[in-house]
Structures are given as structure tokens and as C-alpha cells.
């Protein structure tokens, strides 16, 4: 496997384009609310990216090997969509909860992250499966550093989720970005710590943990697209794209509007 390292000019190029990624999301989060629906998020969004930013949204005409090109800008996974939910004509409701997937490209180089959002008022059960997703992601980032493995950050994850009850999709995974939307590495959200390929400074990819609520298993819609768990349990996603440093790890998807870190990795950054 031939996962490359970026240079110092292809850092700086994936700082300003996870930056911009980060702040679409913040741009559309005030629109995210009961009686939109998700097609009026996708053209937000890809209005702004466009007229904007100057960036390019990546998924739009996106074409992997038996796949038909993806027809919109963003995607937009409700409730049991696990992943690559089309956006169109369903309407957001009270209680709702929705991951929105957004990968820009500016000056060739993609910026690649998700956030959940509740409609409304979600549900406890909503709450903790966002919540402990989120969690699953940093711990995964937390194991990123040089000379770790990728089954370190499988295994964080894996544990905080089943832990909690809950389960990790196993069919999607995160993956090497930069020039190219998807390359090596796979980054899988489940394994055994001290496997997978050796971390080296230089390496940039994504860490996107899908956690269902009820069991693991998916099905695909006739869309070719959209992923919904088989038992129709909630499922959400949180994405951040990182890049592994001489000393540990930077979050290239950050912006004003990121939300907050959990209490345990800054807890972790002051003792360190």
C-alpha cells in the first residue's frame, strides 16, 4: 500500500481547504431547522461554496467504480441514513436528527468533515448516540501520532461504541484525502491496537465514525447512494480530516464555529 506524504506546500493547501470545509458547515447551521428541507440545505450550500468561497463542492458528479455520478452538492443523512443521504425534497421535522457531509476543493486540494444537527429538540436516546459518536471520533483522533497504527484508532473507537451499547458500521471507513478525494489509507473504525500500517508525519486522511444505535448491519437504497441501517436504528456521523505531525496530530477541519473539543482531550492537551 502507498499512502503518500504530503509536502509543507500540500499542508498549507489542505489547512485552507479543511478550513474552508469547516465553514460551510458553520455557514449553514442557522438554516438547519424544522420545515427546511434538505435539498434547500444543499443549494445553500453550494451557493456559498461557489459564489463565496471560490471552492469547488467535491461529491457533485463524484463517479466511483459502479456507482452513478453523485446529482448534489452535499450530503444530507437523516435519522436512519447512515451515510450519503441525496438532499431533495424531505422536509426537516421537530426531533429530527441529520448529518451533513461536506468536502470542498479549493486550489485542487479537498477539505473533507461532518456534523450531526438536531432539529428542534431531539430525543435523550438522539442526544447520546450524537454524543458518544462524537466522543468515538476524538478518541480515535487522540491516538493519531507517529509510529501508532491504524488499528489503534479502530480499537478507541470500536471500544467507546460497544461500550455504550451502540454499533460500528463496518462497509464505510475513513480514508486519505488531499489532490485525490479518496485514497489510501482505509482508516477502519474497528480493529485490533498495534495493526494496520505504521502513522508517519506527513500522512493526512479522515476519521468519520458511523455509530448505530441498534445493530451494525446496512442496506442500500435504489438510489445506489443512500445507506440506512437494515433495523432501522438511528445512526450518526461525526468527520474530521487529519494530519499527522512530527508530534502527534492536527484537526485541518476547524473553524470559528467548530464545536468544542470534549472535556478529556483538552483535559489530555493541558497534561501534556
Request: glycine fraction near 12%; aromatic fraction near 8%; charge should be negative.
Amino acid at each position: 500500500m502507498s499512502i503518500s506524504i504530503k509536502t509543507a506546500e500540500d499542508i498549507e493547501g489542505m489547512r485552507i481547504a479543511g478550513r474552508l470545509g469547516s465553514e460551510v458547515l458553520d455557514y449553514i447551521t442557522p438554516f438547519v431547522k424544522p420545515g427546511v428541507t434538505t435539498g434547500e440545505l444543499d443549494r445553500l450550500c453550494h451557493e456559498y461554496m461557489v459564489n463565496v468561497q471560490g471552492t469547488i463542492p467535491a461529491p457533485l458528479n463524484y463517479c466511483p467504480p459502479g456507482y452513478t455520478p453523485y446529482p448534489k452538492a452535499i450530503c444530507t443523512s437523516v435519522n436512519d441514513v447512515i451515510c450519503h443521504g441525496i438532499p431533495g425534497d424531505k422536509v426537516l421535522k421537530n426531533g429530527d436528527v441529520v448529518n451533513l457531509d461536506i468536502t470542498v476543493i479549493k486550489d485542487g486540494y479537498h477539505g473533507d468533515n461532518s456534523r450531526m444537527f438536531f432539529i428542534g429538540e431531539p430525543s435523550i436516546m438522539a442526544r447520546r448516540l450524537s454524543d458518544v459518536t462524537y466522543e468515538c471520533m476524538w478518541l480515535g483522533i487522540q491516538q493519531v501520532k507517529p509510529g501508532a497504527r491504524l488499528g489503534d484508532i479502530g480499537h478507541a473507537i470500536q471500544q467507546h461504541a460497544e461500550k455504550a451499547g451502540y454499533s460500528v458500521v463496518r462497509e464505510f471507513c475513513g480514508h486519505g484525502i488531499g489532490k485525490v478525494f479518496h485514497e489510501e489509507p482505509q482508516v477502519l473504525h474497528y480493529g485490533r491496537p498495534g495493526t494496520g500500517e505504521e502513522l508517519k508525519p506527513g500522512m493526512v486522511f479522515t476519521i468519520e465514525p458511523m455509530i448505530n444505535a441498534g445493530r451494525r448491519e446496512i442496506r442500500e437504497m435504489g438510489d445506489g447512494w443512500t445507506i440506512k441501517t437494515k433495523d432501522r436504528s438511528l445512526s450518526a456521523q461525526w468527520e474530521h480530516m487529519i494530519l499527522v505531525t512530527d508530534s502527534g496530530y492536527e484537526v485541518l477541519t476547524l473553524s470559528a464555529g467548530s464545536p468544542p473539543p470534549p472535556a478529556f482531550v483538552t483535559d489530555a492537551k493541558k497534561a501534556a
